[in-house]
């Protein structure tokens, strides 16, 4: 379990030869102004380099930024990121069992609001309803945030639903054939899943202690990827936009569209969001069937209430639901 913080000096070296990217500097200087041997700094230079960024050396003993690798590393993510909060402090992996985990851990000990914990890889990665989240290295991005919003719990999955909200729009910028939001929180393009957010609590009667909101985002896995049992529903950005798509970039997008959405669900909770989720919504207006552990209930969809919940049109009136799996049903065939 790696943390995938380089260190210091390497950072500070980092951020000051990216800063000027077209200039030389020399490492005699460097060495001077950050009171170490010039050893230390060949060392710095090193470590970046066996982290992936391009660092061309002259004869005249000069260094010289070339590129960053598109690896989700906290240098990286907090470049150039314009949010107040959300993504201010990352902890960064190369491989954990579960961000999740390691999130619940670090909010447990009061890490700052808006935290981070991303991974290379998930060895444990978990999806809702007890499900695995296929987790492999380097083509995904798996993320969890660390919040502490003052609401009762029962608003939490309001969370989820303001989630799929921030992706939907991030990934609609990319301009896909379609983005949809699956309630609760599944985003498909064209028809097939590319993310999924398992949101998990920790709190008491009325109060909730923190919550970590986890998201799983399929990007640049090719098609022949995906285990055999999701390859017919799960699906990569870069497969349906037969693109190659950065993943700091695509982040740092996500980042500072949930940190907006964060703050108007902070003021007014679904209120304003629900519009946009009904927008992306694939299943309002449409019969679906609805499995709570095994207990189908059937109806049609109408709504989503204050809380996130589902609101459904189903023979015993109008009723919401918290969870569950939806299914749209399919038309009946014409003979
Ligand atoms: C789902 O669609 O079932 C939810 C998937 C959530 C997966 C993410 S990946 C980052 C975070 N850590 C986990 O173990 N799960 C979530």
Redesign the pocket.
């Known amino acids: 379990m790696n943390s995938t913080s380089l260190n210091t000096l390497s950072d500070q070296i980092l951020e000051a030869i990216r800063r000027r990217p077209s200039s030389h500097f020399a490492i005699d200087k460097l060495a001077r102004k950050n009171r170490c041997e010039k050893s230390d700094i060949i060392f710095a230079v090193d470590l970046l380099r066996q982290a992936g960024y391009e660092i061309e050396s002259d004869k005249e003993g000069r260094i010289r930024f070339v590129s960053a690798p598109d690896l989700l590393l906290a240098a990286e993510i907090t470049n150039r990121l314009k949010t107040k909060v959300i993504g201010r402090k990352v902890y960064a992996y190369k491989s954990v069992?579960?961000?999740?985990?390691i999130?619940s851990q670090l909010a447990d000990a009061k890490a700052p609001e808006g935290s981070i914990v991303v991974?290379e890889s998930?060895t444990?990665?978990?999806?809702?309803?007890g499900?695995e989240?296929h987790?492999p290295v380097g083509t995904?991005?798996?993320?969890?945030i660390i919040l502490y919003p003052k609401i009762d719990p029962v608003k939490a999955p309001g969370l989820s639903v303001m989630t799929a909200v921030s992706l939907a729009e991030t990934i609609a910028a990319y301009k896909p054939k379609t983005v949809h939001i699956k309630w609760p929180?599944?985003c498909l393009v064209n028809g097939r899943?590319v993310?999924?957010?398992?949101t998990e609590l920790s709190a008491e009667i009325g109060h909730t202690n923190y919550v970590v909101v986890?998201?799983?985002?399929n990007v640049n896995q090719r098609r022949r990827d995906f285990p055999k049992e999701i390859s017919r529903r799960a699906t990569s950005l870069r497969a349906e936009l037969r693109q190659e798509i950065h993943r700091v970039e695509f982040l740092q997008k996500f980042l500072t569209n949930f940190e907006k959405d964060y703050r108007r669900f902070k003021k007014s909770g679904l209120k304003n969001l629900r519009k946009q989720f009904l927008q992306y919504s694939n299943l309002i207006g449409k019969k679906v069937n609805l499995d709570m552990s095994g207990n189908i209930i059937s109806g049609r969809a109408i709504d989503i209430d204050q809380n996130g919940g589902l609101v459904m049109e189903t023979p015993g009136g109008i009723q919401t639901f918290n969870a569950g799996e939806v299914t749209v049903m399919k038309k009946p065939r014409r003979l």
């Open positions: 069992q579960s961000t999740n985990t999130a991974a998930q444990k990665g978990r999806g809702r309803l499900r989240w987790s995904g991005i798996y993320l969890s929180n599944d899943k993310a999924g957010i398992l986890g998201v799983g985002i």
